[in-house]
């Protein structure tokens, strides 16, 4: 059983970032870096499937710099049996569809069984990574899994659609998936995980490692980021007059509104 | 961080007399148990907090005369020229770190027992002292009253001389000045009682001479409890109350309000489980909102949320905000605040346990939420400052995630070391706190004289506080749902481990009263249930409960308040002769009695049970054990005792093979685990180890300084040179230039 | 043309749908001046008056070959509509439905692709707007070399749009479609565990201003009846009236909401931190200067048990 986990290393702001690079880059100073949140249950997805195997072996994959590097170390030590980072300056500032293209060449030679990904990054938030590799490796994909059972090389999954409804469908492996929180309780590592986690195999690969060049993969781009700003300070709120029932009337309106998009 | 524009209001200055204070914070008068006699604990107590931004910090009451001598509670004196030099230490930091310094100068009548003078005090009246025991005053003639005001005006001359900026004729707590203006001490039929002039004559014509004598250097401060909360037979604030503060207004530059007197100080110092946050307003701020004064008022009501504060100032309340307990918690919430990070404000819980140590009558003072109050001096503890460990590069494990544990794990991440995990079995983080924030309520409806039952809900901070810092710490991690076994341990990979696993009630009635188990005490049977399982709702529980309580804290009564707030006929049975004993000193006793009683709880003290029975409970009284009871009863809870649970503790030390194999340097035990104690004391407890988890032997405590009397002649050198545990609070010649905050 | 992809499930023309057309309409001159609505359903053609908004020219119904969303054959219709229709911008919700297959479009053809797009304007091309760093900063974002861009679009970001026209067109197109690569095999409501609020789609919250601990069990009420969760600020939890596990707050659960309604919070800053990104805040409180309207989109003076009284009226 073999699963391999695309993560990402995300990156949490201070409150008084500063913009640099013509307003096209936050100031690396005033950020903080974690593994996704979103990873750590798409890895203890994987490193259940792997221990209910009995034999197996789970990778996680990252696009990213050395701030990346201990995400992907927090992933060996929590489980993981390897881990590889492709990086190349030319992918700074890369949009999902880039990072998409390097992710899909560094995984199609490990042949898995399973891709994980999570439904989303904590920062750039775009829900697209995980089905744009798909499309790349041409996999059968499901988005925003909630729960998953695999039997004989077929998953029972979970969909957690809005309003609390869940569908739930059946895919044959080798597939994709994008995995949502809170479907499992991810495990964490010991001290000695940690201390161990650094004479686990860890790769750095390089573009041309994966078969790629910088103008390819800015071929494969989606998006080209114009500038950043901090959002306009709200003029504070739309006051509702009157009664108390013309105040209900107008929050129903609002709230079903906003509900049933 | 930049400050919030909407707390500006709280960092503008105000003049007080010839005074100015830099901003709306300010520390009034309040007990540190360190007086005169510890100049060092004073010191560096008070200017703590000026350092964390507070424009203002007091002295405790500050005895004038040796006749106002409270031993054995500890006061600050004004007596000589040993108590200049001692109280100037003060004065001089104070003024390091740009705040004002306060004296309260107090005579106290009949309430203060002259343990250690053996002076006998005067009073308008000679009535004995209803907070004291058969203390009587002598009766004061018009020479006394001379002799007494010479008293006042002699001290504000020796308080000038040490410094002080803002001195105060203290007329709150029922003290002498109050004693003549309340018809229910003063029985007077000369010009000094009867009509309100009269009775307010005493303390004016101080006003006068105080001021004449320093009032072009000083700040004329008065503490007033404007309602005496008796009713007409005293003092209350629609009448005499606002009266008085319009005939003296013009002789003070600040008026400082208060509510209630010394014997129910608790109306005051309102403890969090029947006073809100700025409790007393309905009585301290109708002196500004009446207009029946037209200078700076200062008022207190534990404060704590910043929001509350900007309210207070900007509704008219007050103009200063005062605070006793809040700084305690938070010496540096005014920074904080001017930061821009109120988040870190270590709000004060309302447990009065600073309170309760300086009522028994001992030095140092603590506090639930600040480890480091008390400490600054004599062990050299900075709440916000942490040197870095020597031993930064050992992991460190904590197993339980309580009050000690949090602690632990805190100041351990502060004091960076590389990798700590907090590892706490159950899936929330608080350990005790989280059930024990769930009592206190009865059904909180009825007005219990001022007050209502709120609960504890707000020691839950003790966990919030923690939680939030916790988080902030890249080199700390938290694993919550992980019931570690001493395996685990062993295995973990950390080099040191520290246990701090708490504790449980026993359930065979093991108490304090007789050694031995109960017969027939058993809370695994279903009917009979320990505190916790009380409030877990594990069990049912019938109709008539016998509560047995042998701890003499909260627990016992607040059970039983909580199964009367339920309806249910509840018996409490103690062998002492208060069922609330240390909540006395907490100020929390005379609530819950009042509360106890509102719900039809049977009282029942020195009284033990021989034995529990389905259905029956035989008692029996401990002055007379063949005076026995039988209470017929459903359920029995057993509030006896505590025990530690420090098996996982036991069993890692007890294989020192193993713990070398896996390289693990050293094993200790914290809080409940070590031994069963109040929360503050685990606190302490954590904090301590943390602070010195690079000391040669962590487990044994470091010396701290003592201040005492050296034979022949000594220096502050003796006291300092000796190792205290941390550097992180320095004396007055070793700080840089003033680092002065808004 | 602009193109947009209609939203379907269980028989409904999905919301999202119609604040896509206002976005498509906003945007239709500039870009050519088409906007067309591909809707892809087992009954595509029957949901022509539902799109029966002024400016839009025609419905293309795809007739699936499954009974609910397949994303694989959503991804092929929308793929086979791209190529023939020749969009220059396609514009989608960004849904649950729509992360199962945008993307994937978008990479296949090599469009030009954002999501979760909060604002588009047009110079040459489109040019969105979306979040960044959790939020925290706004990004404009364009889409150079690309002729054709495809877009996820924030449900809330656009008013709906007004089916008060004339129907449109209907025109059959056909897509030749692969056997389903997933199965389904049912709709469940999901099942409830222990709360989990930051899960919530719709918190109804309530701080101090309920007053009474017996007065929760009316707001309980309230909050099954608005299809809610029902969440709490720190007073509660601090009185015991309530678990930590429905506060909101910096020492509770930071919450993202759709709709965040609040009944009697004044807003300590410690409870804004933990809800101030939620998409829609109303709060209803006694006092106008309560620091929680700084925050919210709509707020109302007034005293909440009315409110909320009122409130039960207009939901079921």
């Given at each position: 059983?073999?699963?391999?986990?695309?993560?990402?290393?995300?990156?949490?702001?201070?409150?008084?970032?500063?913009?640099?690079?013509?307003?096209?880059?936050?100031?690396?100073?005033?950020?903080?870096?974690?593994l996704?949140?979103?990873?750590a249950?798409?890895?203890?997805?994987?490193?259940?499937?792997?221990?209910?195997?009995?034999d197996?072996?789970?990778?996680?994959?990252t696009?990213?710099?050395?701030?990346?590097?201990?995400?992907?170390?927090?992933?060996?030590?929590?489980?993981?049996?390897?881990?590889v980072?492709?990086?190349?300056?030319a992918?700074?500032?890369?949009?999902?569809?880039?990072?998409?293209?390097?992710?899909?060449?560094?995984?199609?030679?490990?042949?898995?069984?399973?891709?994980?990904?999570?439904?989303?990054?904590?920062?750039?938030?775009?829900?697209?990574?995980?089905?744009?590799?798909a499309?790349?490796?041409?996999?059968?994909?499901v988005?925003?899994?909630?729960?998953?059972?695999?039997?004989?090389?077929?998953?029972?999954?979970?969909?957690?659609?809005?309003?609390?409804?869940?569908?739930?469908?059946?895919?044959?492996?080798?597939?994709?998936?994008?995995?949502?929180?809170?479907?499992?309780e991810?495990?964490?590592?010991?001290?000695?995980?940690?201390?161990?986690?650094?004479d686990?195999?860890?790769?750095?690969?390089?573009?041309?490692?994966?078969?790629?060049?910088?103008?390819?993969?800015?071929?494969?781009?989606?998006?080209?980021?114009?500038?950043?700003?901090?959002?306009?300070?709200?003029?504070?709120?739309?006051?509702?007059?009157?009664?108390p029932?013309?105040?209900?009337?107008?929050?129903?309106?609002?709230?079903?509104?906003?509900?049933?998009? | 961080?930049?400050?919030?524009?909407?707390?500006?209001?709280?960092?503008?200055?105000?003049?007080?007399?010839?005074?100015?204070?830099?901003?709306?914070?300010?520390?009034?008068?309040?007990?540190i148990?360190?007086?005169?006699?510890k100049?060092?604990?004073?010191?560096?107590?008070r200017?703590?907090?000026?350092?964390?931004?507070?424009?203002?910090?007091?002295?405790?009451?500050?005895?004038?005369?040796?006749?106002?001598?409270?031993?054995?509670?500890?006061?600050a004196?004004?007596?000589?020229?040993?108590?200049?030099?001692?109280?100037?230490?003060?004065?001089?930091?104070?003024?390091?770190?740009?705040?004002?310094?306060?004296?309260?100068?107090?005579?106290?009548?009949?309430?203060?027992?002259?343990?250690?003078?053996?002076?006998?005090?005067?009073?308008?009246?000679?009535?004995?002292?209803?907070?004291?025991?058969?203390?009587?005053?002598?009766?004061?003639?018009?020479?006394?009253?001379?002799?007494?005001?010479?008293?006042?005006?002699?001290?504000?001359?020796?308080?000038?001389?040490?410094?002080?900026?803002?001195?105060?004729?203290?007329?709150?707590?029922?003290?002498l000045?109050?004693?003549?203006?309340?018809?229910?001490?003063?029985?007077?039929?000369?010009?000094?009682?009867?009509?309100?002039?009269?009775?307010?004559?005493?303390?004016?014509?101080?006003?006068?001479?105080?001021?004449?004598?320093?009032?072009?250097?000083?700040?004329?401060a008065?503490r007033?409890?404007?309602?005496?909360?008796?009713?007409?037979?005293?003092?209350?604030?629609?009448e005499?109350g606002?009266?008085?503060?319009?005939y003296?207004?013009?002789?003070v530059?600040?008026?400082?309000?208060?509510?209630?007197?010394?014997?129910e100080?608790?109306?005051?110092a309102?403890?969090?489980?029947?006073?809100?946050?700025?409790?007393?307003?309905?009585?301290?701020?109708q002196?500004?909102?009446?207009?029946h004064?037209?200078?700076?008022?200062?008022?207190?009501?534990?404060?704590?949320?910043?929001?509350?504060?900007?309210?207070?100032?900007?509704?008219?309340?007050?103009?200063?905000?005062?605070?006793?307990?809040?700084?305690i918690?938070?010496?540096?919430?005014?920074?904080?605040?001017?930061?821009?990070?109120?988040?870190?404000?270590?709000?004060?819980?309302?447990?009065?346990?600073?309170?309760?140590?300086?009522?028994?009558?001992?030095?140092?003072?603590?506090?639930?939420?600040?480890?480091?109050?008390?400490?600054?001096?004599?062990?050299?503890?900075?709440?916000?400052?942490?040197?870095?460990?020597?031993?930064?590069?050992k992991?460190?494990l904590?197993?339980g995630?309580?009050?000690?544990g949090m602690?632990?794990?805190?100041?351990?991440?502060?004091?960076?070391?590389?990798?700590?995990?907090?590892?706490?079995?159950?899936?929330?983080?608080?350990?005790?706190?989280?059930?024990?924030?769930?009592?206190?309520?009865?059904?909180?409806?009825?007005?219990?004289?001022?007050?209502?039952?709120?609960?504890?809900?707000?020691?839950?901070?003790?966990?919030?506080?923690?939680?939030?810092?916790?988080?902030?710490?890249?080199?700390?991690?938290?694993?919550?749902?992980?019931?570690?076994?001493?395996?685990?341990?062993?295995?973990?990979?950390?080099?040191?481990?520290?246990?701090?696993?708490?504790?449980?009630?026993?359930t065979?009635?093991?108490?304090?009263?007789?050694?031995?188990?109960?017969?027939?005490?058993?809370?695994?049977?279903?009917?009979?249930?320990?505190p916790?399982?009380v409030?877990?709702?594990?069990?049912?529980?019938?109709?008539?409960?016998?509560?047995?309580?042998?701890?003499?804290?909260?627990?016992?009564?607040?059970?039983?308040?909580?199964?009367?707030?339920?309806?249910?006929?509840?018996?409490?049975?103690?062998?002492?002769?208060d069922?609330?004993?240390?909540?006395e000193y907490?100020?929390?006793?005379?609530?819950?009695?009042?509360?106890?009683?509102?719900?039809?709880?049977?009282?029942?003290?020195h009284?033990?049970?021989?034995?529990?029975?389905?259905?029956?409970?035989?008692?029996?009284?401990?002055?007379?054990?063949g005076?026995?009871?039988?209470?017929?009863?459903?359920?029995?809870?057993?509030?006896?005792?505590?025990?530690?649970?420090?098996?996982?503790?036991r069993?890692?030390?007890?294989?020192?093979?193993?713990?070398?194999?896996?390289?693990?340097?050293?094993?200790?035990?914290?809080?409940?685990?070590?031994?069963?104690?109040?929360?503050?004391?685990?606190?302490?407890?954590?904090?301590?180890?943390?602070?010195?988890?690079d000391?040669?032997?962590?487990?044994?405590p470091?010396?701290?300084?003592?201040?005492?009397?050296?034979?022949?002649?000594?220096?502050?050198?003796?006291?300092?040179?000796?190792?205290?545990?941390?550097?992180?609070?320095?004396?007055l010649?070793?700080?840089?230039?003033?680092?002065?905050?808004? | 043309?602009?193109?947009?992809?209609?939203?379907?499930?269980?028989?409904?023309?999905?919301?999202?749908?119609?604040?896509?057309?206002?976005?498509?309409?906003?945007?239709?001159e500039?870009?050519?001046?088409?906007?067309?609505?591909a809707?892809i359903?087992?009954?595509?053609?029957?949901?022509?008056?539902?799109?029966?908004?002024?400016?839009?020219?025609?419905?293309l119904?795809?007739?699936?070959?499954?009974?609910?969303?397949?994303?694989?054959?959503t991804?092929?219709?929308?793929?086979?509509?791209?190529?023939?229709?020749?969009?220059?911008?396609?514009?989608?919700?960004?849904?649950?439905?729509?992360?199962g297959?945008?993307?994937?479009?978008?990479?296949?053809?090599?469009?030009?692709?954002?999501?979760?797009?909060?604002?588009?304007?047009?110079?040459?091309g489109?040019?969105?707007?979306?979040?960044?760093?959790?939020?925290?900063?706004?990004?404009?974002?364009?889409?150079?070399?690309?002729?054709?861009?495809?877009?996820t679009?924030?449900?809330?970001?656009?008013?709906?749009?007004?089916?008060?026209?004339a129907?449109?067109?209907?025109?059959?197109?056909?897509?030749?479609?692969?056997?389903?690569l997933?199965?389904?095999?049912?709709?469940?409501?999901?099942?409830?565990?222990?709360?989990?609020?930051?899960?919530?789609?719709?918190?109804?919250?309530?701080?101090?201003g309920?007053?009474?601990?017996?007065?929760?069990?009316?707001?309980?009420?309230?909050?099954?009846?608005?299809?809610?969760?029902?969440?709490?600020?720190?007073?509660?939890?601090?009185?015991?009236?309530?678990?930590?596990?429905?506060?909101?707050?910096q020492?509770?659960?930071?919450?993202?909401?759709?709709?965040?309604?609040?009944?009697?919070?004044?807003?300590?800053?410690?409870?804004?931190?933990g809800?101030?990104?939620?998409?829609?805040?109303?709060?209803?409180?006694?006092?106008?200067d309560?620091?929680?309207?700084?925050?919210?989109?709509?707020?109302?003076?007034?005293?909440?048990?009315?409110?909320?009284?009122?409130?039960?009226?207009?939901?079921?």
């Open positions: 059983m073999k699963v391999v986990v695309a993560v990402k290393a995300v990156a949490a702001l201070d409150d008084e970032a500063e913009l640099v690079d013509g307003d096209t880059a936050v100031d690396p100073d005033g950020l903080e870096w974690d996704n949140e979103w990873d249950f798409s890895l203890e997805e994987a490193l259940m499937l792997r221990d209910a195997a009995g197996g072996e789970v990778v996680a994959l696009v990213g710099d050395e701030e990346a590097q201990d995400s992907l170390l927090a992933c060996l030590a929590k489980g993981a049996d390897r881990a980072r492709i990086w190349d300056d992918l700074e500032g890369a949009d999902p569809l880039a990072v998409a293209r390097v992710l899909a060449a560094a995984i199609e030679p490990e042949a898995p069984d399973l891709v994980l990904c999570g439904v989303q990054s904590s920062d750039a938030v775009n829900g697209a990574t995980g089905v744009a590799v499309a790349h490796l041409g996999l059968p994909h988005a925003v899994v909630k729960r998953l059972e695999l039997e004989a090389g077929v998953a029972t999954v979970e969909r957690e659609l809005e309003g609390g409804l869940v569908e739930v469908l059946r895919i044959r492996l080798p597939a994709l998936m994008t995995i949502q929180t809170g479907i499992n991810p495990r964490y590592a010991t001290l000695r995980a940690i201390k161990q986690a650094r686990k195999p860890l790769s750095e690969l390089g573009l041309d490692d994966v078969g790629l060049d910088a103008a390819r993969v800015g071929a494969a781009a989606g998006a080209r980021l114009r500038r950043l700003r901090h959002p306009e300070k709200g003029e504070g709120a739309e006051m509702l007059d009157g009664s029932e013309d105040v209900a009337a107008r929050i129903a309106d609002i709230v079903k509104e906003r509900m049933s998009a | 961080m930049a400050r919030d524009p909407k707390y500006d209001v709280l960092f503008e200055p105000i003049q007080i007399g010839p005074k100015t204070l830099k901003n709306r914070f300010y520390q009034v008068p309040h007990c148990g360190a007086g005169s006699e100049p060092g604990m004073q010191a560096y107590h200017a703590m907090k000026a350092e964390g931004g507070w424009g203002a910090c007091c002295t405790e009451y500050c005895s004038i005369h040796p006749e106002s001598d409270d031993t054995s509670r500890v006061s004196r004004i007596w000589d020229d040993g108590d200049i030099r001692n109280l100037a230490a003060m004065t001089e930091r104070l003024h390091h770190y740009g705040a004002l310094a306060g004296i309260e100068l107090w005579y106290g009548g009949p309430h203060a027992p002259c343990m250690e003078s053996r002076a006998t005090p005067r009073g308008p009246s000679q009535i004995p002292s209803d907070f004291e025991i058969n203390i009587h005053p002598r009766y004061a003639d018009k020479d006394d009253i001379l002799e007494l005001q010479q008293m006042y005006v002699d001290a504000a001359i020796r308080a000038r001389d040490a410094g002080f900026d803002i001195v105060y004729v203290y007329g709150a707590h029922a003290y000045p109050f004693q003549f203006l309340s018809p229910y001490y003063n029985k007077r039929t000369d010009e000094y009682g009867g009509s309100f002039e009269n009775r307010a004559r005493f303390w004016r014509e101080t006003l006068i001479k105080v001021r004449e004598a320093v009032g072009d250097d000083c700040a004329i008065s007033f409890a404007v309602d005496h909360l008796f009713g007409p037979i005293s003092i209350e604030v629609g005499d606002a009266r008085f503060v319009e003296c207004d013009d002789l530059d600040l008026w400082d309000f208060t509510v209630g007197d010394i014997a100080w608790g109306q005051n309102g403890p969090s489980r029947f006073f809100e946050e700025n409790h007393e307003k309905p009585y301290t701020g002196l500004k909102a009446g207009n004064t037209n200078k700076p008022v200062v008022g207190v009501g534990r404060v704590t949320n910043p929001d509350t504060m900007v309210a207070i100032i900007t509704s008219g309340q007050f103009d200063i905000i005062g605070a006793a307990r809040p700084s918690s938070d010496p540096f919430l005014p920074r904080k605040i001017e930061e821009g990070r109120p988040e870190d404000i270590r709000e004060c819980i309302g447990c009065n346990q600073c309170i309760s140590r300086w009522e028994i009558g001992g030095p140092p003072m603590v506090c639930t939420q600040n480890a480091t109050a008390g400490e600054e001096y004599r062990r050299g503890w900075h709440p916000e400052k942490f040197s870095r460990a020597a031993n930064a590069d992991g460190v904590v197993v995630a309580g009050p000690a602690e632990c794990a805190m100041i351990l991440g502060k004091r960076e070391m590389s990798a700590v995990h907090l590892v706490e079995a159950d899936k929330e983080i608080g350990g005790c706190v989280n059930w024990i924030s769930q009592l206190g309520h009865s059904d909180g409806k009825e007005n219990l004289f001022r007050g209502t039952a709120r609960g504890l809900g707000e020691w839950a901070r003790i966990r919030n506080y923690r939680q939030i810092q916790l988080d902030k710490l890249r080199n700390v991690e938290v694993h919550l749902g992980s019931r570690l076994s001493a395996d685990d341990i062993f295995e973990y990979g950390a080099e040191i481990v520290v246990i701090a696993t708490g504790c449980r009630f026993a065979d009635g093991l108490n304090p009263a007789t050694h031995e188990p109960i017969p027939g005490a058993d809370t695994t049977l279903d009917w009979q249930l320990t916790d399982q409030v877990s709702g594990e069990k049912p529980i019938g109709d008539r409960v016998l509560v047995l309580e042998n701890e003499g804290y909260f627990m016992g009564a607040s059970i039983a308040q909580k199964l009367a707030g339920q309806g249910k006929q509840v018996h409490l049975v103690t062998q002492a002769g069922i609330v004993g240390y909540m907490t100020l929390e006793a005379p609530m819950l009695h009042r509360d106890l009683h509102r719900l039809g709880v049977d009282i029942h003290t009284t033990m049970l021989e034995k529990v029975e389905p259905g029956a409970c035989h008692a029996y009284n401990i002055w007379d054990t005076h026995k009871d039988v209470f017929e009863v459903d359920s029995v809870v057993l509030c006896t005792q505590r025990i530690s649970d420090d098996q996982l503790y069993d890692l030390k007890a294989d020192k093979a193993r713990l070398e194999q896996e390289g693990i340097d050293a094993v200790y035990v914290i809080g409940d685990a070590s031994a069963p104690r109040m929360i503050v004391d685990s606190v302490f407890d954590g904090h301590r180890l943390a602070r010195e988890i000391s040669p032997n962590p487990a044994m470091l010396p701290f300084i003592r201040e005492r009397r050296l034979w022949g002649e000594s220096t502050n050198d003796d006291f300092e040179g000796q190792l205290r545990s941390a550097p992180d609070v320095l004396p010649s070793q700080l840089g230039p003033a680092e002065v905050p808004a | 043309m602009i193109l947009v992809i209609a939203e379907t499930r269980r028989g409904e023309l999905r919301p999202v749908t119609l604040e896509l057309v206002t976005a498509a309409l906003g945007l239709k500039a870009a050519g001046g088409r906007v067309a609505v809707v359903d087992a009954d595509a053609s029957s949901f022509a008056g539902a799109l029966a908004v002024a400016g839009v020219d025609e419905v119904a795809v007739s699936a070959s499954t009974p609910h969303f397949e994303a694989h054959h991804q092929r219709a929308v793929e086979a509509l791209i190529e023939a229709e020749q969009p220059a911008l396609v514009l989608l919700g960004h849904t649950i439905d729509s992360m297959f945008g993307s994937a479009v978008a990479a296949r053809l090599g469009l030009g692709f954002a999501s979760d797009v909060t604002a588009v304007s047009w110079d040459g489109p040019i969105a707007t979306r979040g960044a760093y959790g939020g925290k900063l706004v990004a404009e974002l364009d889409f150079p070399g690309h002729e054709r861009t495809l877009l679009v924030r449900a809330g970001a656009f008013d709906p749009a007004d089916a008060a026209g129907e449109p067109a209907v025109r059959l197109f056909d897509v030749a479609f692969d056997p389903p997933t199965e389904h095999i049912e709709f469940r409501e999901a099942a409830t565990g222990d709360v989990d609020i930051t899960k919530a789609d719709f918190l109804l919250s309530i701080g101090r309920i007053e009474d601990k017996d007065n929760i069990a009316q707001f309980e009420e309230l909050a099954e009846r608005l299809g809610a969760t029902l969440s709490v600020s720190r007073p509660l939890v601090d009185a015991g009236w309530m678990s930590n596990a429905r506060q909101v707050g020492s509770g659960k930071t919450v993202q909401p759709k709709v965040y309604l609040a009944l009697g919070i004044s807003g300590a800053v410690q409870h804004l931190a809800m101030q990104k939620a998409d829609t805040i109303i709060a209803v409180n006694t006092d106008p309560a620091p929680i309207f700084g925050v919210a989109h709509y707020g109302a003076v007034a005293d909440l048990f009315d409110v909320a009284e009122a409130l039960e009226q207009h939901f079921a």
